[in-house]
């Protein structure tokens, strides 16, 4: 990178015009792909509305400048394009990554024919001129400040804390839900601030034209070409796009001038090549140095507040449908401080719904929901880990790109950030993970990756832990380890809400249980009691487990 902008100061010494709007061709490029991976890489949200965040640029110089000198029109630039953006995310940063970009591509379309209609019909004529007295070289060097800024932006963002959870929610939204990340304030937050950077592009190339219209300022190609860039640069760092910008943008200028009618598909063609021979960018050429696991001395986590008197959780008529199918009709449940609670029943009885609906997975249909004496029914997964629901999934659910430590290390980092390292490998010693801090989930093993769930949930401070089939898969000798485990949870006060299928481990951990069948609650109370119950026997058990 360092020879990237050494090279790009030095340009303009070769006192050569070519060379010099090619080189703002190239840094404006690299600019906006490193920008657009700062954002994309990591949520897996592919925006193609560069051109319009970069369009409110250009026309903020070429309305303002008039009446505001152009360096207040860069900053200015930047909060229209952010502002918009946020509109933008506000509305579809809930909806999956798909339907995002069509919108996104859509919405640059709708404002470029928006603009043209409006100059038509209500000023007159399209377009407008630009007289910003600049010279090529402010220009030119304050671009490259711009560059130069947004790539350490870029490159601090992707090691920070906020880098490392947008990462979590791209790997898996619904488990960085459960780790108590707010997904969507943190994916439009992020958009946001990359947009403005792009609109605080368009605003510094502005007075390179002296006349612009809605056409040359909204270009599409300019979202393409920048998508094409970052993921030519490989979307795993945005420095990739300062080493793709430089051979793209020039092949693109050469085949504009030798083939004009051919450049976009002789383009097109190159980069399908590209992408099957290089599918991680320029940058998988070069080996990728995955972020240090830094090692900290041990660290409690944060005692729990104080236990409200009364029921931990509370359901009430908790119901449930899936179009016809009422999976959950009318459950009544609670848990007790302390306590370590089984919720048992055949297969598609409900149990999985059950405990979605407590943990905000899912919403309920009716009924309600209070933890810690809060009426939380309804509640998102978030705000409920952070109040110290915790749970694991059926099916495992980890991040692929985040190391084992991150995974621990995520949830602590926005309760305390400072101690979040310490209390991370205590958690990690804890379940036993220690040694294999720096791995990725796809070298675990099935019961490593299971720990990983539950150091994930622990790192929540949990009051409550709902698992799911948490002991399913075991050998007798993990599973003796994990219900020891699950036990000195429990002495230590956090209360268990447990849905297994295995009976002994279900007799050895469970103070009560309840039971479900075609989602109703058919028995409930103190575990060997519950187990007799010749109905429970009759639907679930059979025989020989009562
Ligand atoms: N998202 C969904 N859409 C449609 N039907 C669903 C959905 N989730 C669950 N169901 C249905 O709801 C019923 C209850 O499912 P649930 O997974 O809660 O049962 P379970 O007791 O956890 O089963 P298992 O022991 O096999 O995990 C089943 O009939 C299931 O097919």
Not at 38 to 64: D, K, N
Not at 65 to 70: I, S
Request: proline share 7%; with cysteine; aromatic share 10%.
């Amino acid at each position: 990178m360092g020879f990237f902008f050494l090279l790009a100061l030095a340009l303009p010494l070769f006192g050569s015009e070519y060379l010099l709007s090619a080189g703002v061709s190239v840094i404006l490029y690299a600019t906006l792909a490193a920008t657009w991976a700062t954002f994309t890489g990591p949520a897996r949200y592919l925006s193609l509305a560069t051109s319009a965040f970069f369009g409110i640029g250009v026309y903020t110089v070429a309305l303002l400048h008039p009446y505001l000198p152009w360096p207040a029109l860069v900053p200015l630039a930047y909060l229209f394009s952010a502002l918009l953006a946020l509109g933008v995310g506000l509305a579809t940063l809930r909806l999956q990554g798909i339907y995002f970009t069509v919108f996104t591509y859509g919405l640059a379309e709708l404002i470029r024919q928006g603009v043209t209609w409006i100059q038509r019909n209500v000023g007159g004529s399209v377009g407008n001129y630009i007289f910003v007295e600049i010279s090529p070289l402010t220009l030119y060097y304050t671009l490259v400040g711009i560059s130069l800024v947004a790539l350490i932006a870029g490159l601090r963002f992707q090691e920070s804390r906020f880098g490392l959870a947008l990462t979590a929610t791209g790997d898996d939204e619904l488990a960085a839900r459960h780790a108590g990340i707010p997904v969507f304030g943190l994916r439009i937050g992020v958009f946001a601030l990359t947009a403005g950077i792009m609109g605080a592009v368009g605003a510094v190339v502005a007075p390179r034209w002296v006349y612009v219209d809605p056409g040359l300022a909204f270009n599409p190609n300019l979202s393409f070409l920048t998508a094409v860039t970052a993921l030519l640069g490989g979307l795993g760092n945005p420095a990739g796009a300062f080493l793709a910008a430089p051979p793209l943008v020039l092949a693109y200028d050469f085949l504009s001038g030798r083939f004009p009618h051919h450049a976009t598909a002789l383009m097109g063609l190159g980069f399908i090549l590209l992408v099957y021979f290089l599918p991680r960018g320029l940058l998988g050429l070069f080996p990728t140095p995955r972020p240090q696991t830094p090692r900290h001395p041990q660290a409690a986590q944060n005692p729990a507040p104080k236990l409200p008197q009364g029921p931990l959780l509370q359901a009430q008529n908790l119901t449930k449908a899936f179009g016809g199918l009422v999976a959950v009709a009318q459950v009544d449940l609670e848990v007790r401080p302390g306590e370590a609670v089984g919720l048992i029943g055949p297969n598609g009885s409900g149990k999985t719904t059950v405990l979605g609906l407590l943990a905000g997975t899912l919403k309920p249909d009716g009924g309600r929901v209070r933890f810690l004496g809060q009426e939380v029914t309804g509640r998102p997964p978030e705000t409920l880990a952070r109040l110290g629901l915790a749970r694991t999934f059926q099916q495992i659910r980890l991040f692929p790109s985040l190391s084992v430590y991150a995974h621990v290390y995520l949830p602590l980092c926005f309760q305390d950030a400072e101690k979040a390292g310490g209390q991370a490998w205590a958690i990690l010693a804890r379940v036993g993970l220690e040694e294999k801090a720096h791995l990725y989930p796809a070298s675990l093993t099935y019961l490593d990756a299971k720990r990983l769930e539950l150091a994930r949930a622990l790192a929540l401070s949990p009051r409550l832990l709902l698992l799911d089939e948490w002991l399913a898969g075991l050998n007798p000798a993990e599973l003796q380890q994990a219900v020891t485990l699950l036990h000195e949870l429990q002495r230590e006060g956090i209360s268990l809400l447990i849905v297994e299928h295995l009976m002994p481990a279900i007799r050895a951990l469970c103070d009560r249980v309840y039971v479900l069948s075609f989602g109703e609650i058919i028995a409930q109370g103190p575990t060997e009691e519950v187990l007799r119950h010749p109905k429970v026997v009759e639907v679930y058990l059979g025989v020989e487990h009562a």
